[in-house]
């Protein structure tokens, strides 16, 4: 079969929402060092700074902020604290223990694909992988046992430096297209939530210019819900100011693009 291209996933907000894991997480580990807890909107605003990909450091920024906003005399806790903290919130368990054992948010993380979805990308002739900051153990666990995608290829947290760093996604990239990354190559697109993800595919055309590189961004669910069509439209338009290539309803809407335009 014709391969039409490579897609690159992100994880959090695009194959899974973490509005009630990931994100609740932070915001209940932020409220056990400051006594504030940050809103939903707080952390779209600073992750729309575009350097907050990974939530124990957005968690320890939003503390040091809060606390300089208060000008309280609380002492600032160490990154070890916050992961430990996070991490109890996150999994309930021990993260590299068997996951039936962790009763923590990550049980209340809705898939946003199926399984079939990767069947039809196959059908298309699309290639695809995942590059995301979430990691390795939570990554593997929504792709090999939720999805049940058998070795899906996945650059996770600590395996690349953290995005926007375009490495890891260029790693992948060349890794699945078998070829040298450039103007012979197929195109390559890569889709997230983040600014940070958009970012991500313009540092990797400064590195390789001569690579056909697609930025797909989607919004997070949670600006999905009913009521938030405002802020939504006011994410996707920042996404786009940033650089994204192409706006997506939902992941799932790339069954219905025309694979070999891309």
Known sequence: MKNNGVILFDIDGVIRSVENSYRLSLKKTVFEFCGWEPSYQDIDNAKNE???NNDWDLSLELIN??????????????????VKCFEGFYFGGNPNGDSEDWKGFINNEELL?????????????IIWGFVSGAESVSA??????????????????????DKPNPDGFIYLAKKLSKNKLGSSNLPIAYIGDTIAD???????RKKIPSQKFISIGVAPPHLHLKGRKKERDLYESKLEEVG????????????????ELL
């Open 50 to 52: 575009g350097i907050w």
């Open 65 to 82: 902020r809060y606390i300089k906003k208060k000008n309280l005399t609380i002492k600032v806790p160490s990154r070890r604290n916050i």
């Open 113 to 125: 694909v199926k399984e079939e979805f990767f069947n039809l990308l196959n059908a298309n002739g």
């Open 140 to 161: 593997k666990y929504v792709l090999e046992k939720r999805l049940k995608l058998k070795f899906p290829p996945l650059i996770a947290m600590g395996d690349a430096p």
């Open 198 to 204: 958009v970012q991500t595919v313009l540092n990797a």
């Open 244 to 259: 994204a290539d192409l706006i997506l309803h939902s992941v799932n809407d790339l069954i219905n693009i025309n694979f």
